[in-house]
């Protein structure tokens, strides 16, 4: 198989484009390196694109891997023929080479190698062929030995079927057939084991949908209502039609002495050996495309809370809610440092909602705190009702976001945690970790396995490596698309960047630890173990701003500098007219801050802005002719073009596009909620059927895919994102089993 010819047909991308993308990979480049830095050579491939493809190309070198032993290994048993070489070197799947290469896989012992060993293969191919002139029974004599374990004509018989059927099951295209029909027309379905129990599986408790059909987020279900031993799952094929097929393959001749045996060798080849193989085959294929799609919608759930705005220039209060244990609370400063911590006992069993008050005023006074992050956990209910209050006897204006605080106690236990505050308890941290989440999500959620952040569906029942591996992905790509401060980034997040090591990443720290802060993006080569080609992925992404050459503070590679300068000097821009662009749009100047407003809330300034200067909008047409200027500069077109946007808004952050979180000041209670009402929420989860709506009532609503948007669409993704700010109205409200069920179709 030529693989890159078949990544370009799948990938449906040019050839040129695969061919160069393997190269790059194979040469050692990391996807984020290869998606920014070498756009001319891949035809501006993204992200999604190369990991899509580097994903295959594995695939595709482990199945040429796979024919190439399986081949050896018939060449050794002196069985290879060049129809049968043809056929592997033909298959497109590992499922495929794995049946054709059953006949020749060593076996266990089974019914048929015993009655081999007992020497009725002749019997087997007496029936096979079909010319009898008498009664097989008259044959089967001949092959009774007692000493062998053949007592009878009978048991003759019986052994040669089973032969027969062994040999039906490894037939490579009958399997293929019977798969595919089985795909085509058969049924899924389930049954409860005890259909007078109650569970969360009770729309399955007689469930019947075809194979073809069946959503992924049904197949999930499925499995794990059988893993709780819920449900009993089977696959029900077109039995009928697929034993004329056999039979119609195997019986070649109307032999009345033949006939009704190789009926019953192709009833028992199906239902023993072919049906229960076929079935955990379909079962495990649905499970890994209902996997591959959850992951898919986990990946870009997780991507849009990663890449959520950060608050900048607030000084945060993190409130960390528990009932017994009591209410934990860190106050942060705008750069993530805490200044105190407190624990406060608002909630039950103590209620000490005046003393809590008192201490809040206190901490709010005392360090001019703007915001309160409240975790959406156990107690967040009750303390959001606390705030609420609270709110309104404060002197300073205040606003409180309820933030997902999936994943902040398995922080909050880790050895980085520990690390990080050495001092401090579990609680405090996770409120440090729950305010600056608020301030710079992809800063803190980065110390977290990407798996404990709870943005997807069925998450611990899927294939753990492919969902690490996938979640790591989005996490490397966000990170080196939004860049770090070298100056401040941790080890977890330095670890993300292309090229950077766990170890590197400590190597990193320690050098900024003993040397200062890092001046010039050179002095990475001075950094123990980082040599060359891990500066060439690492340095772009990696900023260091009110460093020496102002470049280093931009996404221009180093090895664009030079072409960077002379682009500069032809458009008269000086490295200090460059310097005070960037020192405008990390202070704001000249930008408008953006923010969403919610009901209750007012419209919060967003972070940093975009910078305003002279050139603000007009590089691009100050080059009209793009391709002479590349030319003369010695580089492809499309890295002239980013450097000409880098230039032109130095420092921006790609974080700044997306919505902004609602900043609340009042609550609503579901009781509060009546059919009709319309509400402005965040998505906080989407799914295969629809999308979960925080619409502050402590209760997300669902809103189902049928009420999205007027269009017809085959996933929610295709219209929404986790983090968007969207306009919802009631459809109905349950209070008994706290279902909010809501319409985006106002």
């Known amino acids: 198989m030529n693989i890159n010819a078949q990544l370009t047909k799948e990938l449906q991308v040019k050839a040129w484009q695969v061919d160069a993308a393997v190269k790059l990979i194979d040469e050692g480049n990391t996807i984020p390196f290869i998606s920014r830095y070498r756009k001319e050579a891949t035809g501006s491939l993204n992200d999604e694109q190369l990991r899509n493809l580097h994903e295959r190309l594995l695939y595709l070198r482990g ?4 024919k190439e032993q399986v081949l050896a290994s018939i060449e050794e048993q002196g069985q290879l023929t060049e129809e049968l070489r043809a056929k592997i070197l033909a298959a497109e799947t590992m499922v495929l080479v794995d049946d054709l290469y059953r006949p020749y896989r060593p076996k266990r012992k089974t019914r048929a ?3 081999k060993e007992k020497g009725l293969e002749g019997l087997a191919i ?3 062929l079909q010319q009898s002139k008498c009664p097989i029974e008259e044959e089967a004599k001949k092959y009774v030995d007692p000493e062998k374990g053949v007592d009878s004509a009978a048991d003759a018989i019986a052994g040669a079927k089973d032969i027969l059927a062994e040999a039906v099951s490894d037939e490579a295209d009958y399997r293929t057939y019977i798969r595919k029909l089985t795909m085509q027309e058969g049924m899924l379905t389930s049954e409860a084991k005890d259909k007078e129990a109650e569970s969360v ?3 399955y408790y007689a469930y019947e949908e075809p194979l073809k059909k069946v959503a992924g987020h049904r197949v999930l279900a499925l499995n794990r209502g059988e893993k709780e031993k819920v449900l009993t799952v089977k696959v029900i094929a077109p039995e009928e039609k697929i034993l004329l097929y056999l039979e119609k393959q195997i019986i070649v001749k109307d032999n009345p002495y033949t006939t009704p045996l190789l009926k019953e060798v192709a009833e028992d080849g199906y239902h023993r050996l072919i049906q229960p193989a076929i079935e955990r085959e379909i079962r495990n294929e649905l499970t890994e495309k209902a996997e591959d799609g959850a992951i898919s919608v986990f990946g870009k759930n997780l991507e849009q809370l990663l890449m959520a705005p950060p608050i900048a220039g607030k000084v945060v209060l993190g409130w960390d809610p528990a009932f017994r244990t009591g209410c934990k609370l860190a106050v942060v400063d705008p750069t993530g440092k805490v200044l105190d911590t407190k624990v406060i006992y608002p909630t039950a069993p103590q209620n000490k909602v005046a003393e809590a008050k008192k201490d809040v005023t206190r901490l709010v006074d005392k360090y001019g705190i703007d915001l309160i992050s409240v975790g959406n956990g156990t107690a967040s ?4 009702q606390v705030i609420v209050e609270l709110i309104k006897e404060l002197k300073r204006p205040v606003q409180y976001v309820i933030v997902n605080e999936a994943g902040a106690s398995v922080y909050s236990a880790s050895k980085l945690a520990t690390e990080e505050f050495p001092n401090f308890d579990v609680g405090q941290r996770s409120a440090a970790s729950i305010a600056r989440r608020l301030q710079d999500p992809l800063a803190e959620l980065v110390k977290i396995d990407p798996q404990s952040i709870g943005v997807g569906q069925y998450q611990h029942d899927m ?7 996938t979640l790591g992905g989005v996490v490397e790509d966000c990170v080196n698309k939004v860049g770090v401060d070298l100056n401040t980034a941790s080890v977890s997040l330095l670890e993300y960047i292309s090229g950077i090591s766990k170890t590197l990443a400590k190597n990193i720290v320690e050098y900024r630890e003993a040397n200062g802060r890092f001046t010039d993006r050179r002095q990475l080569l001075k950094v123990a173990k980082l040599g ?22 931009t996404s221009v590679h180093p090895e664009s500098y030079e072409a960077a300068t002379a682009l500069m000097k032809e458009l008269s821009i000086s490295m200090e007219e460059l310097r005070t662009l960037q020192k405008d749009a990390k202070t704001g100047k000249g930008a408008s801050g953006k923010a969403a407003g919610g009901q209750g809330g007012k419209a919060a300034g967003g972070q940093g802005g975009k910078a305003a200067g002279s050139q603000g909008g007009s590089l691009l047409r100050k080059v009209p002719d793009r391709k002479k200027m590349a030319a003369q500069l010695g580089i492809g077109e499309i890295t002239l073009e980013d450097i000409l946007k880098e230039l032109e808004k130095p420092a921006r952050d790609p974080r700044e596009d997306m919505p902004a979180p609602i900043l609340r000041s009042d609550i609503l209670n579901m009781e ?21 709506v925080d619409i502050g009532v402590h209760q997300d609503g669902l809103v189902h895919i049928s009420q999205i948007c007027d269009r017809y669409i085959k996933h929610p993704l295709e219209a929404l994102s986790v983090g968007d700010i969207v306009e919802v109205k009631v459809l109905s409200v349950d209070l008994a089993k706290k279902r909010i069920s809501l319409t985006m179709k106002l």
């Open 63 to 66: 199945l040429e891997e796979k």
């Open 201 to 203: 599986y009770e729309m």
């Open 381 to 384: 209910r009750e303390s959001e």
């Open 113 to 115: 190698s015993v009655a």
């Open 532 to 553: 060359p080609k891990a500066y060439e992925q690492c340095a772009g992404f990696l900023r260091i701003p009110d460093g020496d050459n102002p470049l280093d503070a």
């Open 126 to 128: 007496t029936i096979k």
């Open 672 to 692: 509060d909620l009546q059919p009709g009402m319309v509400l402005k929420g965040t998505v906080r989860n989407v799914i295969d059927f629809g999308a979960f």
């Open 463 to 469: 294939n753990q490596k492919k969902l690490s591996e």
